[in-house]
């Protein structure tokens, strides 16, 4: 029977779906979408079947920016294409992250690219940017892990990776650097079973080695692309290995050797040819055995594995990936503009549309229902908020509401980011990531809909309409922030709220004593960026205090406390008397919020105000006395407020029971609080084999490590290790002179725990006097 695939939907139809031709409308009969007739650098009509969303992680150095230019230029958006080689020096490797990774710098990109759009969703490589990384996962569809081939999985694909599983986003990874002499896929490949948790399906093989490498071999076509020495890569030959005999290309594979003819200009030897058909055969079983709907297809027409036609095996790869049951291989020389389109040629093929990922719209919101996954600030044009809209339509010139913060916000421009330039648009619908203009109060994390009515009529309380599922990492690094002049001051404070208006793991606060800013952030990089952009974004001359470790400090006993406040304002007297305990509460599934119970019976409450009223009092004044402990000011965390008894009079204001609560949980504090903890992070170290034992004695011996496993990935060791963030300062120095350079690491923070009474004694000496 004859098969098609159809042009909008990619799927296989029996019958009927017309091909894109010239003069033809085409159009897909089960879709009725129209999406054809689109040449380079043209729009792409953007149906959600022809979006893909999606994003590119990659340790750092790996050639995310090479490959991304790459796909711009053959997608015809830029007409030269960047060169990224200026060596491996501290200051490239800053630069290139402040740039995020790609030279215009942008949170997205949308290009088209056989009909389909693809939207280039940034990921930041370094783990200071974690919290940014989960915030563009929440928007992807798809990923691209780009792997050096010389090097295989490294640290912070790894934590990628994981964090990718989290949010349940189909991948292919790319075998990038083929061209280096010491790239081997066979030992990639191993890398990847070896260290993430999937299965890997080698859908290329390279054609040739080192300098010779100058293609690849296509095993699900079975055809040879060769691009010629030199050039810019846009054009390649293909040649297939099989003959084109009838319009699926069903091929007997075992009669491959005999058609070695078709390729004797080609780097492709007689063992080559064998080695492709075996890893053709072993690609087809691998996806026949994980897709049902492959195996019922060969049961029913009677059909060998060896002679699924290409088209069969696109689908069932599509199906698995889609699934997230496998991971397709694919390799290639960015730099030297070998494997890019048939990479951009597979974002389209395997990874899934907005349609197969959407989320769960009310019905009241269908209208409108978009995310704020990125927040940055033009000079020109203002806050600029990407959104990706899972529901509805953004139209210029219309007023929404920001379910979040619970205001109404006008958009004045909607832009889509065409690569170099800036499109106006009209208006942008489901599935696509627009960029708005306009909007004064929306930050990263926000969810938008188009009226404050609509919200209400899904749900009675509009927060839990909100997309956003993310807690925010507590900041484990700060210091102060001073401009060089006290004529700034007002500029640094506008700068900066604008920075955490971007980017909200920055936090600002000023210290009472002192009147200093303080900065607390994700990392030493993350603090040294911020520092960047206020000097380079916004001109402010200004300098960083010493970086130190943001400690946490929790109650060890119980103590109850009885207080009496008495306050006239108005000339009224507001008089409120409280019992309270505060007691240690390890309990851990209210973030690091206290947890705070009336436990006051009836007769105390009510009186003018309602339960839920005192209750928001009752939490406001715990909240604050929590902000500073009574050790060394460190926020308060692992603990548990009940008031027992509570009586108002009865012209009280909420304002005076929040601080008479919040002056008896200070004084209770006084007496149970006297643990300091600190922020743990998960380690993971790459290293050469023969550089394990330095490294490993240096995290034991230096840095309170408990190493938790040691996995052996060919020649490469693998570190995971549990390490206090205290003991991590300055270690990519370190761990590079430890190892020469090779060793790579990521850390991720995951939990806090109290320190001993020694290093306790240490921290204390440290920061008396300073005020966080
Ligand atoms: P990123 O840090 O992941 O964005 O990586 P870059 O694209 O900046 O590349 C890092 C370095 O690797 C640069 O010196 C690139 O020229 C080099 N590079 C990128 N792709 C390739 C490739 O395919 N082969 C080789 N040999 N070097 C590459
Ligand atoms: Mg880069």
Redesign the pocket.
């Known amino acids: 029977m004859a098969h098609r695939v159809c042009v909008v939907c990619r799927e296989l139809w029996q019958q009927g779906c017309v091909q894109a031709g010239r003069g033809s409308s085409p159009r897909c009969p089960v879709l009725r979408k129209f999406s054809g007739g689109v040449g380079r650098g043209q729009e792409v009509c953007s149906s959600d079947e022809t979006i893909r969303n999606v994003g590119i992680m990659?340790?750092?150095?790996?050639?995310?920016?090479?490959?991304t230019?790459r796909m711009l230029y053959y997608a015809g958006f830029i007409r030269r294409m960047g060169?990224?080689?200026?060596?491996?020096t501290v200051m490239d490797f800053m630069k290139?992250e402040r740039e995020r990774?790609i030279t215009i710098n942008s949170a997205a990109i949308s290009f088209n690219w056989s009909s389909h759009r693809i939207n280039l969703i940034d990921t930041p490589?370094h783990v200071d940017f974690t919290f940014e990384v989960e915030r563009s996962l929440r928007v992807l569809d798809g990923a691209v892990a780009?792997l050096?081939g010389s090097a295989g999985v490294e640290a912070q694909t790894i934590t990628v990776w994981r964090q990718a599983n989290r949010h349940g986003i189909p991948r292919i990874a790319f075998i990038?650097?083929?061209?280096?002499p010491n790239a081997n896929l066979v030992d990639c490949v191993r890398s990847i079973e070896d260290k993430l948790d999937t299965t890997p399906l080698i859908t290329q093989l390279p054609l040739g080695a080192a300098k010779d490498f100058t293609g690849v071999i296509d095993l699900v076509t079975m055809e040879l692309l060769v691009w010629g020495k030199g050039g810019d890569g846009s054009r390649f030959t293909r040649l297939p290995l099989i003959p084109k005999d009838n319009e699926n290309r069903t091929g007997d594979f075992t009669k491959l050797s005999r058609l070695s003819e078709l390729v004797k200009d080609t780097p492709l030897n007689e063992r080559g040819m064998e080695e492709a058909l075996e890893a053709r055969n072993n690609l087809a079983e691998q996806v026949i055995t994980l897709d049902n709907e492959l195996m019922e297809m060969l049961a029913r027409d009677s059909l060998e594995p060896l002679t699924i036609s290409d088209l069969h095996l696109r689908g069932g790869i599509r199906r698995l990936t889609r699934g997230q049951l496998v991971t397709p291989i694919l390799c290639?020389?960015?730099?030297?503009n070998i494997g890019v389109q048939p990479l951009m040629d597979a974002i389209v093929e395997y990874l899934p549309s907005p349609l197969e990922r959407g989320v769960t719209v009310p019905e009241s919101l269908k209208d409108l229902y978009a995310y704020a996954f990125k927040v940055s600030y033009d000079r020109r044009r203002g806050h600029m908020v990407y959104l990706r809209i899972y529901s509805g339509e953004l139209k210029p010139q219309n007023t929404v509401h920001n379910i979040t913060r619970k205001v109404d916000e006008r958009i004045t421009r909607v832009l889509l980011m065409m690569a170099d330039e800036q499109k106006e648009m009209q208006s942008m619908a489901k599935g696509n990531i627009a960029v708005a203009v306009g909007m004064k109060n929306t930050y990263t994390g926000d969810t938008i809909v188009l009226s404050s009515t609509a919200a209400a009529s899904a749900s009675a309380d509009s927060t839990s309409l909100s997309l956003e599922v993310l807690d925010l990492p507590p900041p484990v690094f700060f210091c102060s922030v001073e401009p060089s002049s006290a004529a700034y001051q007002k500029d640094l404070d506008h700068a900066l709220s604008c920075l955490t208006r971007e980017d909200p793991s920055l936090r600002v606060t000023v210290n009472e004593d002192t009147a200093q800013t303080v900065l607390s952030g994700m990392g030493e990089l993350h603090l040294e960026i911020v520092h960047d952009r206020l000097v380079r974004d916004y001109g402010i001359e200004c300098s960083l205090g010493k970086l130190q470790v943001a400690y946490r400090e929790a109650p060890t006993v119980s103590i109850t406390k009885e207080v009496t406040k008495e306050q006239t304002l108005g000339g009224k007297k507001h008089t409120v008397t409280c019992t309270l305990t505060v007691e240690p509460d390890t309990g851990g599934n209210h973030g690091d919020k206290p947890l705070v119970q009336l436990k006051t019976g009836r007769s105390t409450i009510g009186l003018g105000h309602s339960k839920a009223e005192i209750l928001e009092a009752v939490v406001a004044g715990v909240d604050s006395a929590c902000l500073q402990g009574p050790l060394l000011a460190f926020p308060v965390q692992n603990v548990g407020v009940s008031v027992t008894s509570l009586s108002l009079g009865s012209v009280t204001s909420l304002t005076v029971l929040s601080a008479c609560i919040a002056e008896g949980v200070v004084k209770a504090l006084r007496e149970s609080c006297s643990q300091l903890l600190e922020p743990c992070t998960e380690l993971v170290v790459s290293v050469p084999d023969e550089q394990l034992g330095p490294v490993l004695s240096d995290l034991t011996s230096q840095r309170r490590a408990q190493v938790r496993e040691v996995a052996v990935a060919k020649d490469t060791r693998v570190i995971h290790a549990l390490v206090p963030l205290a003991a991590l300062m300055g270690y990519s120095t370190a761990l590079r002179s430890l190892t020469s350079g090779t060793g790579t690491f990521s850390a991720t923070f995951t939990h806090y725990e109290p320190v001993s009474k020694e290093q306790e004694k240490t921290i204390r000496d440290t920061f008396r006097g300073y005020s966080f």
Not at 332 to 336: D, N, Q, Y
Request: charged letters at 35%; zero cysteines; proline letters at 0%.
């Open positions: 990659a340790h750092i150095d790996a050639g995310k920016t090479t490959t230019e060169d990224v080689d200026d060596g491996n290139q990774g490589g780009i050096d990038n650097k083929m061209d280096k290639g020389s960015s730099l030297r």
